[in-house]
């Protein structure tokens, strides 16, 4: 899987008959500036994870979806745009494209689960302007958490005490 800067990449991967690609796009900027907000803030440096957005496209598909993610002392605050598919090989096009956000508590265990998540939330838009406005509005959610609760806080909330993966 490619990861490529949202700077970098081209909007049709996610939205190919995007008519008012720089609105789109002005929207989505905002939401990179949230991302590498949050990563100040909880002392990250841009180039690692918390760099901004980024297209993950995998090899020898046209399609991506757009992740943004920060992560300090346990946590990982992530947030995603994307089009839902059935499987794998579901090569759709939105609309609808979902974004979704997550606080989650990475799991310490041994054999980790994948992680505890904390607060959420998912939403589901059918035009790519109601998408990146709404991953605006899912940014913005994220760095308010980080910024109005530390991470002891949040640590403190996983009450999940998994048992790690099965095989």
Same mark, same amino acid.
């Given at each position: 899987m490619d990861?490529?800067?949202?700077?970098? %990449?081209? $909007?049709?991967?996610?939205?190919?008959? =995007? @008519?008012?690609?720089?609105?789109?796009? %002005?929207? $989505?900027?905002?939401?990179?500036?949230? =991302? @590498?907000?949050?990563?100040?803030?909880?002392g990250l440096f841009p180039g690692g994870v918390g760099g901004g957005l980024e297209f993950h496209r995998v090899e020898g598909i046209v399609v991506a979806g757009l992740f943004g993610a920060a992560e300090a002392e346990g946590l990982a605050f992530t947030a995603e745009l994307y089009f839902p598919r059935r499987c794998l090989w579901d090569l759709r096009w939105g609309p609808p494209w979902e974004v979704t956000a997550e606080v989650m508590a990475v799991c310490d265990q041994v054999r980790e689960c994948g992680g505890h998540i904390l607060a959420e939330r998912a939403e589901t838009f059918t035009t790519p302007l109601e998408a990146a406005g709404g991953l605006v509005e899912a940014t913005a959610w994220l760095l308010e958490r980080g910024i109005t609760e530390p991470p002891a806080s949040w640590r403190s909330r996983d009450g999940a005490r998994c048992r790690g993966a099965t095989p």
């Open positions: 990861a490529i800067p949202l700077s970098q %990449g081209d $909007l049709r991967w996610i939205f190919p008959e =995007v @008519r008012d690609p720089g609105t789109v796009r %002005g929207a $989505l900027s905002e939401a990179d500036a949230q =991302v @590498r907000a949050l990563a100040r803030h909880l």
